[in-house]
């Protein structure tokens, strides 16, 4: 069997929540279209309110759209509902578990739902792999908000899906459990599992991801290898460290500048336009001698910042 060259395919797709009698009815994606190769970490990204749940909650077979197509694995999930969710596991944001069962049971039920035969279940291998295997019989009200997170990612995984979307599932974890967690899911990506990530740590997505997608307002605003969207800004700074501290970042005509700690100073140039000699004899010339430079590249941050706020700066896409 051919695998597909795309985990996910979205084309087209639309949702508009009916008017109801205490809210007018809202439009929370605008003819999404997206594609994440197989065996990728995608990570899709964009401000709370931009449409990512619901483009999830779509995926997860939870939330109905109004047009368009959708393919996970290549399945239709119009045509082939079952089929396409049963390619994908989904770890959701909100904490859901049955406080009642243990670990095990739990693996052990989601197993059997997804009709999972006894002799082909992983529950040992999953609980070891989310470090939860100490606990594999405590009940699930006794575990710390941490290790509810890892158990969601061991049920998502208990038909082992082709494609696993993480929906910020490090929100609440602390540094040593959120390594923990990332080094499972990157084996599970070199074993070749697609994985689709949202996340408000942008620094993550950053070093995780090799492709990244932008929803703002209920479109895409960008979907592009995680590099390429990095050289989107043409802007540089350079961070000058002066001998004498400064309390207020001079004024260099062309340039903007601001205050850093310690009494430094960074000055943002746009690379097509100026380099950064120039920026430094701006510099000399307010008579200022320069101890030390450092100079910073664009990181995902201001690219997401740029083009989420100019997007949200311009005409309301989805007013009429």
């Known amino acids: 069997m051919d695998l597909p060259d795309y985990a996910i395919e979205a084309k087209g797709v639309f949702k508009t929540y009916a008017a109801s009698k205490t809210t007018p009815e809202k439009r929370a994606l605008n003819g999404i279209d997206l594609q994440v190769p197989r065996g990728s970490i995608f990570g899709l990204l964009g401000p709370n309110g931009a449409g990512k749940s619901t483009f ?5 077979g ?5 047009s368009g197509t959708v393919k996970i694995w290549d399945r239709d999930i119009d045509e082939r509902p079952r089929d396409a969710r049963a390619a994908i596991g989904v770890v959701p944001q909100e904490l859901a ?32 792999a989310m470090g939860l295997s100490d606990k594999a019989k405590a009940y699930v009200r006794q575990l710390s908000g941490g290790m509810k997170r890892r158990l969601m990612v061991a049920k998502a995984m208990v038909h082992n899906p082709p494609v696993l979307i993480l929906d910020e599932p490090t929100a609440g974890v602390d540094v040593e ?32 991801c090799d492709r990244i997608a932008i929803i703002n307002r209920g ?11 990095l050289k989107r800004l043409d802007t540089r700074n350079v961070v000058v460290t002066p001998e004498e501290p400064v309390e207020n970042a001079p004024s260099l005509t062309g340039f903007e500048t601001k205050l850093r700690a310690g009494g430094a100073f960074s000055v943002t140039y746009k690379t097509g336009q100026s380099s950064v000699e120039q ?13 030390d430079i ?3 590249d664009p990181d995902l941050e201001d690219v997401f910042l740029s083009l989420t706020y100019n997007a949200a700066d311009a005409a309301d896409p989805l007013k009429d």
């Not at 009642?100 to 739902?113: H, I, K, R, V």
Request: hydrophobic share 45%; aromatic share 6%.
């Open 56 to 60: 999830i909650n779509i995926l997860a």
């Open 62 to 66: 939870l939330t109905r759209k109004t």
């Open 97 to 128: 578990a049955d406080v009642f069962f243990t670990p095990e049971e739990s693996l052990e039920t989601q197993a059997g739902m997804y009709g999972v035969k006894k002799a082909d279940r992983r529950t040992a291998e999953l609980l070891a």
């Open 177 to 208: 459990l959120r390594k923990q967690l990332w080094a499972y899911v990157l084996e599970l990506n070199r074993q070749g599992v697609t994985i689709v990530l949202t996340t408000h740590y942008l620094e993550e997505a950053q070093e995780l």
């Open 219 to 229: 479109e895409v605003v960008a979907s592009e290898p995680t590099a390429t969207l």
């Open 279 to 291: 920026v430094l004899a701006a510099v000399r010339a307010q008579g200022l001698h320069i101890r």
């Open 294 to 296: 450092a100079t910073e």
